[in-house]
Each structure stands twice: as C-alpha cells, then as structure tokens.
C-alpha cells in the first residue's frame, strides 16, 4: 500500500533476536518521533516482548505535551545490559541527548527518513529519506511483523503523520501512497479531528498577543519578496519564552502574497540575536544562513549573532539583496 521501501530482513531478525528492547529518539522530541517510540514499543510489547520507550526530552512541543509520562529518563545498568537499542526518527545515539551515554555498547539498529541519515553507531538500519515521516516506516515494519494496528497505535502514527507533513500540507501530487496509509489509519481507529485539536488548539492567549506584536512589525523589502519581523526583548519579558509559536509565525509570514522568503530576527540577550530564515520554492536560504555563519536546508534555516536587532537587519537585507537584485 505504502511506496516506500519494505523494511530490510536484517532489521525483522534484529527484531527476532532479542527479547528486550529500549526505545529511543531523538532529543527535544517531535510528533513523528514521540509516534514512533511509543507505537513500535506496544507493537513490540504485543509480540510477547519488553520494550521500554526513552527520552531524555524536553517535551516542549505542544502536541506531545501530554505523552511524557510514558517516557522513561532513567535506564538501570541491569536492564540497559539485557537489551537491544533501537533508535527512531534519527539516525545516531549522538542524537539522543542526555542518554547517549548509557546506550554505548548496546546492540543498535536505526530507523530513520532524514536525507542526513547515516547509520554510524549502528549494525541495522532501515532508512529511507523518500519517507515524509519516520512514522510510516514504523507502520510498514509492524505491518512485516504481522502486528494488527489497534485504536491507540493508530490514533499515535496519525499523530506522527499530521506532525511532520503540516496536517498533509507539505505533500504533493506523488503523495497517493501516504493517503492509503491514513485512510487505514482512520479505519483502525484514528480520528483527524481530535489530532488537528491535539496539534492546534490549546495555545495561550500570551501566545496570540506575541504573535501580534511581531505581526505589527513586518516589513516589506525588494518589492514584496522578503518580509522581515522581530521580536523584541521587551516582548519575550513580557509575554514569555513560553508563548513562542514560531511555526504559525512563520506560516502566517509565507502566506502573504508574492513574499519569497522571510527573516524574523529575535533578540534573545542584550548581545545576541537570533535569525529564523524561511522561503518559499526557489530562495535557498541555506546560502544566506551559511554567508552569516548558520545554516540549515533549502527552505528553512537560521544562525544565531551578536548583535542588536538593528544591525542584524542590516546584514540580512545585504544578503538578500544578492539574492533579489
Ligand atoms: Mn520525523
């Protein structure tokens, strides 16, 4: 049903193999990634074995807020030493932040769809970059292993799903196959009302008001196809770190009409700023990130600067004036 690759047989005798199995992700874990955790430890647990899901967080996304408590900080020597590692939604135990550590030495295999993806700790991997979330891989392997999706572990990839496509914004005309996964995630009991909820509601009105105060300062440059904004320190102190929600920000920015790319320089310190670069298509903000010493992908990058906001906004319209005159 699903076009991506059908996980590798290495992967299903890894599975085999053990008996117990620790769960990992990638630190400050996302939707997809909280998804595959907690979806492939029940599937694994319903196979008659121990699966243990870890993070060593934070869990500051708002639509994994309530999942935290299924998480495991803490792995005891004697449980780390009668297990087998499997890391999901990243491709190293670097990436697993405070508890890389006492994963070392552990059997490993990698699930992972990052283009970056490369299985270095690892002796299995199963990655495939084709895939828009890790989640999908998660669903082809449970399918190989025989393992009938039930209500919860459908409703947790839809999750997965929804987070790492924009609720299937990001998907184009090639997508079919993805729709075929949703569509029996849906018969298996996931409700999209209730993930769109999960994933959009709930925001702060501290968080409304930011996003008005930045709003307030958009600037329009080079006819339209840059549009920069700020947020001040007197913001942040204001209405909190907390009610930062960088992803409608930058959303309700590339919705204006013939805007390119968009710039929005936080001062995060008297000194130091940070820039979050975003474009639409063709711009490659990865080039203007990288000219200021950051860097990221095509379409979205950042870098942080010494400085103040003023200046800061000078450096980047310079950039974007190779880019755009
Ligand atoms: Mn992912």
Redesign the pocket.
């Known amino acids: 049903m699903f076009i991506a690759s059908e996980p590798p047989s290495a992967l299903l005798d890894f599975i085999n193999k053990y008996n117990n199995f620790l769960i990992a992700g990638h630190t400050e874990p ?1 939707g ?2 909280v998804s ?1 955790q907690l979806v492939l430890s029940s599937a694994l647990r319903r196979l008659g074995k121990t699966a243990i899901p870890c993070q060593a967080g934070p869990f500051k996304r708002r639509e994994i807020a309530g999942f935290e408590s299924q998480f495991t900080a803490e792995i005891s020597n004697d449980i780390r030493q009668n297990a087998a590692l499997i890391i999901v ?1 990243c491709s190293s135990i670097e990436r697993t932040g405070a508890l890389k550590d006492c994963f070392k030495g552990m059997p490993v295999a990698v699930i992972d ?2 283009a970056t993806g490369k299985a270095i700790d690892s002796e299995v991997s199963y990655i495939d970059s084709s895939a828009p ?3 999908l891989l998660v669903y082809s392997l449970i399918k190989a292993l025989n393992v009938k999706i039930n209500e919860a572990e459908a409703q947790l990839l839809f999750l ?1 799903l929804a ?2 496509t924009g609720f299937f914004r990001h998907l184009d005309e090639g997508s079919a196959g993805i729709f075929d996964v949703a569509a029996d995630l849906v018969r298996a009991g996931a409700n999209p009302k209730t993930v769109f909820n999960i994933m959009n509601g709930g925001k702060s009105l501290n968080s409304r008001r930011l996003l008005g105060a930045i709003l307030c300062r958009t600037e329009s440059h080079f006819e339209g196809k840059l549009i920069i904004s700020s947020e001040e320190r007197s913001d942040s102190e204001r209405y909190g770190l907390e009610s930062r929600d960088s992803d409608t920000l930058y959303q309700l920015l590339l919705a204006i009409e013939g805007v390119e790319a968009i710039a929005v320089i936080r001062q995060e310190t008297d000194e130091k700023c940070t820039i979050g670069l975003r474009s639409r298509d063709s711009v490659d903000v990865s080039l203007i990130a990288a000219a200021l010493g950051g860097g990221g992908h095509k379409n979205a990058s950042g870098l942080s600067a010494k400085g103040q906001i003023k200046e800061i906004r000078a450096k980047v319209l310079a950039e974007f004036k190779k880019v755009f005159l």
């Open positions: 996302d997809d990634c595959c939604d769809h990052h979330a890790a989640m997965g987070a790492d």
